[in-house]
């Protein structure tokens, strides 16, 4: 038994749950900031959660790694509203678009953690990259369709937008992945790219 696996729930997965709610209440706000019409800044920030979530996993299992998401998100949904209101974005957009992501948030949550899972004993990159590859596609699709069909917005070329650069963020966060493994679960690794996966 690990050491992490004696601590109470609470002291080993505050970090990953204050870490899960800053994700998403930063990206539901910046979800609403468009770049151009083929993205907006919350395709940079989201890409963060399945970090998270991955570090998580791989530290503590997958039943931590849920609890982790199921804590986070509600929080971080309401925390957006709040941070959207105070920038004076209409009321509706504000609860449609926590909506929308939080939904979509724990579809693709569950799904990245369960994929992570299957794939855990593959080489170390397997798992991180392939779990949140798949997840981001299902978040992408179920977000922009639920926040902003009907709105008169571009919300089909934000969404493969948005997805075209979850798909690179997915690549980008390999190396903080590997980079914080050594130190969350040293016994796994013996050297910065050998040991196991």
């Known amino acids: 038994m690990t050491a992490n696996a004696e601590k109470p729930m609470l002291t080993v997965l505050w970090l990953p749950v204050l870490a899960m709610v800053v994700v998403i209440a930063v990206s539901n706000v910046a979800v609403q900031f468009p770049i151009n019409d083929l993205l907006t800044w ?18 503590h299992g997958p039943r931590r790694a849920r609890t982790v998401a199921m804590v986070g998100f509600p929080i971080g949904m309401v925390l957006s509203v709040v941070l959207s209101l105070q920038a004076d974005f209409p009321v509706w957009s504000a609860v449609r678009i926590a909506l929308a992501s939080g939904f979509a948030f724990i579809c693709a949550q569950m799904l990245d953690i369960y994929v992570f899972h299957r794939l855990r004993k593959m080489s170390w990159w397997r798992a991180p990259l392939i779990s949140s590859v798949s997840a981001s596609a299902l978040d992408t699709a179920i977000f922009f369709s639920a926040a902003f069909a009907a709105t008169g917005l571009p919300w089909v070329t934000w969404g493969l937008g948005d997805f075209g650069v979850k798909l690179g963020m997915a690549l980008v966060m390999l190396v903080p992945f590997r980079i914080f493994m050594p130190l969350i679960v040293p016994t796994l690794y013996n050297a910065p790219f050998g040991g196991k996966s």
């Open 42 to 59: 919350g395709a940079f920030t989201y890409p963060v959660a399945f970090l998270v979530t991955d570090l998580t996993n791989r530290a």
